[in-house]
């Protein structure tokens, strides 16, 4: 079984430097969950520094969320000063279901550097492994069914050689072999913007003591928890300040209790 309390006291006791290299729009979020991992965050996205702080990182987050050409280029140098130091990292492929360079990017990156974990909502991962799919906008695909996203991530998993984490009302981690449904969460985590974002980058925190698969699942669950603990009738601003308050606050116990994970 998991060993999710065991992974989050390995990160604190590590506290290894987490770089990120995301979006404007969820960038505060992402260093504060890195944080409340007992992490340390560091979000340098210049081309020129992409490579010294990789070098120097536990692990890595690329975000492809509002995209620009500096932060392209910027993830590229990245990849592939963790590809050379062996240091993991995880792509977030935000937004490639709806934009077809987006979409070519990522395909081009982990054909060059193979991340650890690759992540996306549910159709963001079936638009990796085809084609011919389209999304409009950031959020899933609604008519996509787990069973369905299930056979998709694992055939992408085999194919590529890595774990993939599918964002959805069931979470999806799979290796091909080993696949876990993680039912954590709740509605409201989708009522603010950036809490996918944070999945990534507390994926990568734990990917700082972990393997990619157990990283990946220990992520889904324990911000699956904090945000049920969070969930309030005063509304999103209220929601947000919770979520980090559980997420700096939750106790091994609690997460023994409320995970809800199957593998």
Known sequence: MLQINDIRSAVKQKA???????NPISINQCANVILCAHARPMMAQHPE?????????GAVMLNMGNITDVRKQSMLISAQTAKQKGIPFVLDVCGS????????????????????VIKGNYSEITALARED??????????????????????ELALKLGTVILASGETDIITDGSRTAFVKNGCAQLGS??????????????????????????????VLGICGQLA?????????MVNLLDALSTVDDSTIDKLADISI
């Open 133 to 154: 799919y389209t999304s409009s906008g950031v959020d899933a695909d609604k008519t996509l069914t787990a069973e369905a996203v299930t056979e998709t991530a694992q």
């Open 97 to 116: 279901a709806c934009l077809p360079t987006r979409r070519e990017y990522a395909l081009g990156l982990i054909g060059t550097c193979l991340p650890s």
């Open 231 to 239: 969930q309030t009738d005063k509304g999103a601003g209220s929601f």
């Open 16 to 22: 290894a430097l987490i770089h990120c290299i995301t």
């Open 49 to 57: 520094e992409a490579a010294v702080i990789t070098s120097s990182a």
């Open 192 to 221: 603010v913007t950036g809490t996918g974002c944070m999945q990534g980058a507390l994926c990568a925190a734990y990917l700082s003591a972990a393997e990619g698969f157990d990283a990946a699942a220990a992520a889904s669950v």
